[in-house]
């Protein structure tokens, strides 16, 4: 209970994830591309680091320019923009193509900077421009295609974690012919991964810690780590998970007795999953030595997950639910075991003998 308790203590940050791109602003000080951000944010307003670039097709001239004007002007107005923070209507292109910038006054990494793109696609733009006769309007630059792929990301990463949960709990049942045990790893699985997202989230977003690890500024998690590091560290600990449980379930054929079968698959695996945990700890925290910010994030994310798996979870809350559980860890419905395929996950096929007594499930 207690090593639960931790582990879901650790992933509550992730309830606070926010994607988004690093950017100079996340370097240290001493790094020259940090002080021209601050230098700049500093003379001419947070958001200079990140205009927010407007562009029109103005196939009718002057007409759709009067029109650029009043979305221009309703901008402005907005408590996001920066007083004088919209530049004048431009036209390009022999008059069809219109553009003009627009300066927030937050940061492009900050919320307020994603609430204002939202606002002015969502609000402002429909509520200024309107009719058939309409120019269309595009809001470019960086703070909007960072949202937009962000946006992109959030609403396809649980369709991706259902996906590999799914085909996951699958496989584990073709294998060991039971429902528990596939479900058990895939709630393990998630309380590792929670729980260094939620790492993730403390250092990299909130900055606790930061500092430690050579990271400037607290920012958004990188848009692309969350499914990159779910893929990978799912991965890995669904390799710890098919390590141990096959050790377990040939005790427990040969013995038929769930604890022990439980001690001696632990025993017999403990080490090697320790040694092969620590290797990949020492491998992926070396990441953490690097300068950028992404890659940091990544080595981070990897090292704290494998740490968290190899150990809290693989050697303690493993073994303890399997104990506490019994024989009910290979329970399925006999209409289900009958239909599924026997795949065996060693090289070498022993016979077993079952203990005397003993009535397999």
């Avoid at 591309?33 to 307003?45: E, P």
């Avoid at 408590?79 to 006054?105: D, K, M, R, S, Y």
């Avoid at 939202?118 to 733009?125: A, G, V, Y």
């Avoid at 809350?317 to 290979?330: I, K, R, T």
Wanted: aromatic share 8%; net charge neutral.
């Amino acid at each position: 209970m207690l090593s639960t308790a931790f582990l879901v203590i650790l992933a509550a940050p992730v309830f606070a994830l926010r994607l988004g791109f690093s950017d100079s602003g996340n370097r240290q000080t001493t790094d020259t591309t940090r002080r021209a951000y601050d230098v700049l944010s500093q003379g001419f307003g947070p958001g200079f680091n990140g205009p927010i670039l407007v562009v029109a097709e103005t196939p009718n001239g002057n007409a759709d320019v009067a029109t650029l004007n009043k979305l221009r002007d309703a901008i402005q107005s907005d408590p996001g923009v920066a007083p004088g923070g919209v530049t004048p209507v431009t036209a390009v292109g022999n008059g069809q193509v219109a553009l003009f910038n627009v300066f927030p006054t937050t940061a492009p990494q900050d919320e307020e900077t994603s609430q204002l793109v939202h606002r002015l696609r969502n609000q402002i733009r429909p509520s200024t421009i309107s009719g058939q006769n309409a120019p269309n309007v595009y809001f470019a630059g960086l703070p909007p295609a960072v949202i937009d792929f962000s946006d992109y990301m959030s609403k396809r990463l649980p369709i991706f974690f259902g996906a590999v949960l799914v085909l996951s709990f699958l496989l584990l049942m073709t294998v060991f012919h039971s429902v528990v045990v596939p479900l058990k790893a895939v709630v393990m699985n998630m309380l590792s991964i929670g729980a260094s997202f939620g790492l993730m989230v403390a250092v990299f977003q909130w900055g606790i810690g930061a500092s430690i690890i050579g990271i400037g500024k607290e920012g958004p998690i990188e848009a692309w780590a969350p499914m990159m590091l779910f893929a990978i560290v799912f991965g890995l600990s669904m390799d710890y998970e098919v390590f141990l449980l096959t050790r377990v379930r040939e005790e427990y054929d040969r013995t038929g007795n769930n604890g022990q079968a439980v001690a001696d698959g632990l025993a017999a695996t403990g080490r090697v999953i320790s040694a092969a945990a620590a290797i990949m700890v020492c491998v992926f925290g070396a990441f953490v030595l690097g300068d950028d910010r992404a890659v940091k994030l990544l080595g981070f994310g990897l090292a704290s997950a494998i740490l968290i798996d190899a150990t809290i979870v693989r050697l303690i809350l493993v073994p303890a639910a399997m104990e506490l559980m019994g024989d009910m860890n290979w329970w399925a419905p006999k209409w289900l075991v009958k239909r599924l395929p026997t795949i065996r996950v060693d090289t070498v096929e022993q016979p077993h003998v079952p203990a005397a007594g003993f009535q397999r499930p």
